[in-house]
Antibody, heavy 119, light 107 residues
Framework: QLQLQESGPGLVKPSETLSLTCTVS??????????WGWIRQPPGKGLEWIGN???????YYNPSLKSRVTISVDMSKNQFSLKLSSVTAADRAVYYC???????????WGQGTMVTVSS | DIQMTQSPSTLSASVGDRVTITCRAS??????LAWYQQKPGKAPKFLIY???SLESGVPSRFSGSGSGTEFTLTISSLQPDDFATYYC?????????FGQGTKLEIK
């Protein structure tokens, strides 16, 4: 059964880069069937789509974050990653990685990881 | 961006009740709509895709309907495990967007 697990620092300083990794187990990130995505949720608020990546490296980003976001795949480690630069307090959120079905709905989610932005 | 608006924001109901949550899109999205259930401190759980298709393993008391701009999620007979927050999400076009959520509370 496919499982996703986010990892990375829980605390990032303002203006620095947030870096998170999603490890895929029970399946392969290099499958041609699925995209992989990142979604975030500020405390007490709703869900915001960040972006998607395909095993080939092709990406789609939310325009509201596009200038600061990079999502990539590392097939050798069976992982995909999120980098968000120039973070501010507004980037404080639980970050989820997820798998996209062929129709682009998010069917499998990681448990999420909380990232706080503070000096 | 396509705006997704859910109503109500909060819904109080009792075990055994039939409840309906509405999700409206600011423009037509066909049937490219998903529903998720989220409990406190947990990741969203995938319930429904393509507006009305039930994900494998999701109880049949959950159902979805709609197309275009108006969609509904119905729970036919509420169970204690169903009290949670529900989100709709459109994936007709980028950027994918979610509704603000509907919190289903115990009356």
């Amino acid at each position: 059964q496919l499982q996703l697990q986010e990892s990375g620092p829980g605390l990032v300083k303002p203006s620095e880069t947030l870096s998170l990794t999603c490890t895929v187990s029970g399946g392969s990130v290099s499958t041609s069937t699925y995209y992989w995505g990142w979604i975030r949720q500020p405390p007490g608020k709703g869900l915001e789509w960040i972006g998607n990546v395909y095993y080939s490296g092709s990406t789609y980003y939310n325009p509201s974050l596009k200038s600061r976001v990079t999502i990539s795949v590392d097939m050798s480690k069976n992982q995909f990653s999120l980098k968000l630069s120039s973070v501010t307090a507004a980037d404080r959120a639980v970050y989820y990685c997820a798998r996209l079905r062929t129709d682009d709905s998010f069917d499998i989610w990681g448990q999420g990881t909380m990232v706080t932005v503070s000096s | 961006d396509i705006q997704m608006t859910q109503s109500p924001s909060t819904l109080s109901a009792s075990v055994g009740d039939r409840v309906t949550i509405t999700c409206r899109a600011s423009q037509s999205i066909g049937t490219w709509l998903a529903w998720y259930q989220q409990k406190p401190g947990k990741a969203p759980k995938f319930l429904i895709y393509k507006a009305s298709s039930l994900e494998s393993g999701v109880p049949s008391r959950f159902s979805g309907s709609g197309s275009g701009t108006e969609f509904t999620l119905t729970i036919s007979s509420l169970q204690p495990d169903d009290f949670a927050t529900y989100y709709c999400q459109q994936y007709n076009s980028f950027p994918y967007t979610f509704g603000q959520g509907t919190k289903l509370e115990i009356k």
